[in-house]
C-alpha cells in the first residue's frame, strides 16, 4: 500500500470514529429519525455504512442474486435488516478496525471514504448537527466525487457549470460558476442537492 494509500485509510478511520462519537451523544429517539436518504432512518444509514461487518462476501453474493443483481434493491433490504440492530452494536461497528480498513471493490480507500463522509452528511445534515469533516479529507472526497466513475454512478448533471468551493482552494467543471461550501457540493456531486438551488 503506498504512503497516499496509507494516509486515506486513516482518514476512513478518523471519519467513521469521528461520526460514532457524535451519534453516541445522540438520544436513542433520534435513531429513528430521517436521514437526507430517502425510506432510510438515521439506524439504516449507519447499518448500510457498516454494511461489511454484518455480511460475509458469499451471503451479498447470495442477497444480490435474490435481488436480480439490483445492487440498490440489496442495499435497501440489508439496510433495514442489519438496521434493527441496537445502537451499540451499530456504534461497535463503526468503530471496529476492520471495518475503518475496509475498502469498496474497485474504489479503494477513497471510494471507502466518500461513502464514509457523504453517509455521515446524510445524518448530520438530516438532523442539523453542526459537525463537519475536516478540509483535507473534503478535498479528497470532493476530488473522489469528480471521477468519472463516481459521477456517473451518481448521475449529477453539469453541463456548462464550474463548481467553486469558498472554503477551499478546489473547483471542477467550466461555465458559469455556482460558489457555495465544500459540504453542500459534496451533497450536490452526490445527488442530495440540485445544484440549481444554489443558481
Not at 438520544?27 to 447499518?47: H, K, Y
Not at 451471503?59 to 439490483?70: E, K, S, T, V
Not at 453517509?119 to 463537519?132: F, K, S, Y
Not at 448521475?155 to 461555465?175: F, K, M, N, P
Amino acid at each position: 500500500m503506498s504512503t497516499v494509500e496509507t494516509d486515506v485509510v486513516a482518514q476512513v478511520g478518523a471519519e467513521l470514529t469521528e461520526l460514532a462519537d457524535v451519534l453516541a451523544a445522540l438520544p436513542r429517539s433520534e435513531w429513528d429519525a430521517p436521514s437526507l436518504c430517502p425510506g432510510w432512518r438515521v439506524r439504516e444509514v449507519v447499518a448500510h455504512i457498516t454494511l461489511p461487518m454484518h455480511a460475509s462476501a458469499p451471503a451479498i453474493a447470495l442477497g444480490l442474486l435474490a435481488a436480480g443483481f439490483r445492487w440498490d434493491t440489496l442495499a435497501d433490504r440489508r439496510a433495514h435488516r442489519d438496521g434493527q440492530r441496537t445502537p451499540e452494536q451499530l456504534l461497535a461497528a463503526l468503530r471496529a478496525p476492520r471495518m475503518q480498513a475496509w475498502t469498496p471493490p474497485g474504489g479503494g480507500a477513497v471510494g471507502a471514504l466518500v461513502h464514509a463522509v457523504v453517509h455521515g452528511l446524510d445524518i448530520t445534515r438530516a438532523l442539523d448537527l453542526p459537525r463537519e469533516p475536516p478540509a483535507e479529507r473534503l478535498r479528497l472526497v470532493l476530488d473522489g466525487l469528480t471521477a468519472p466513475r463516481s459521477l456517473s454512478h451518481f448521475g449529477v448533471a453539469l453541463t456548462g457549470v464550474r463548481l467553486r468551493a469558498e472554503d477551499l482552494d478546489w473547483s471542477y467543471g467550466s461555465g458559469r460558476t455556482v460558489g457555495a461550501p465544500a459540504v453542500t457540493i459534496a451533497l450536490i456531486l452526490s445527488g442530495r442537492q440540485p445544484v440549481d438551488r444554489l443558481a
